[in-house]
């Protein structure tokens, strides 16, 4: 008998949900949560320093505290658990562990994460960790000059290799670098991030360069050092060609220009080789690189992470290079962050692309989300609205991937709870979690009930 098209349960039943065993986790990082910057024998990381100089982050905000997730950090996995993820990926502090860089690790520094993975587990939440979300120890920017030097991209992987080593007993998902193209680009191009450097082209390609090159050589080092079948990948925001109409034309474009755009970054990874217009385009300012470099670059993953937040709307022109990007109208609806503006297609096409220009067999939305103005109500309550309108419209999008056969395994919230957001400071919140930043307090918003009927039903409600 055919549903009554106007009942409930036709609403429920019409659409698909997300493939079986579709993870459903939420995210975080070190700096922007854990304070206790300088306790427990904890080296100062590039972050701190940048946090710590006048002007840098909106209103002198800080992560020394941020939300004390480093003392709390039971009471916050008890609220994960409340909020039904069943995953969690969390940064590890570098200089946590190094608080050097590099030489005598600090036994604290681990106990900490060892801990957290131990409260995680008992829960019943499976931990994904990142080794780099930013935080450099400030003892390698001050010794070689940080990602300028080779030598930090070793250095890199010998920390990795010694922290897998010591946690791959019971996390089994491990991400080397999150969102290459942020902390260089932002990081040392335009200054708005650590370590606020402004580099020249030539340098800045080799700052590219060596944060690919550490990505591989971690690879290398965690393949030799953590327990057998240990999962390898990385967490990186993929500039995302969306098609502006979804014609044959239109979609090439889009297809050919997010190669492109990314050569830098997952391209190399991903094919082991610069594309020649990058190339041409650096000119006599290119990376300087080896034929081996390259060979350790595209090492193989188990899994491909992209952080998704905003689309490129792209068009097919007549002329070379064949695409054009098309500027955002001044009123293309955006959410709180300046750059943040909307497109639910993004969560489509990028992991569409992944699998088209590189065949990637599996892969993990690592972070989405947004920041939203979250003023809670009398009663201490939170009806982000915004937040559910903007999580229905991409997993909708994303759902639409998995029902065509695109290979996404899991979703990552971002964030789990308000927290520290970079240069933006505390202004801008993430969280499905508030947190009131006098009292630490934390309160799950409307759209923690929105994330975990999702995670509970395994469709977009
Ligand atoms: C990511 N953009 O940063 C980071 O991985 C998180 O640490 C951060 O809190 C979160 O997204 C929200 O900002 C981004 O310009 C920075 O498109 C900039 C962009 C995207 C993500």
Known sequence: MPIDPTSAEACLSATPGLPQGFVWGTATAAY???????????????WD??????????????????????HRYKEDVRLMKEIGAKAYRFSISWPRIFPDGTGAANPQGLAFYDRLVDELIANGIAP???LYHWDLPQALQDRWGGWESRDTAKAFADYAGYLTEKLSDRVRHFFTINEFTTFVEWGHGTGLLAPGLKLPPARLNQVRHHAVLAHGLAVRAIRERAAPGTKIGLAENIVAGVPVIETAEHIAAAERYTREINAGYLTVMLEGRYTDAFLKSAGADAPKFTGEDLEIIKSPLDFVGINVYVPKYVRATQSAPGYEVLEFSKSHPRMASFWHMIGPEALYWAPHHLMKLWNVKDIY???????AADEPAADGTVTDSDRIMFQR???TQLRRATSEGVPVRGYFHWSLMDNFEWSAGFGTRFGLIHVDYATLKRTPKLSASFFRTVAAENRVV
């Open 32 to 46: 922007q949560i854990e304070g206790a910057w300088n306790e427990a024998g904890k080296g100062e990381s590039i």
């Open 49 to 70: 320093r940048f946090a710590h100089t006048p002007g840098k982050i909106k209103n002198g905000d800080t992560g020394d505290v941020a939300v004390d997730h480093y």
């Open 128 to 130: 994904y960790a990142t």
């Open 365 to 371: 939305i690592t972070e989405n989300g947004c920041g």
């Open 393 to 395: 419209n991409y997993l």
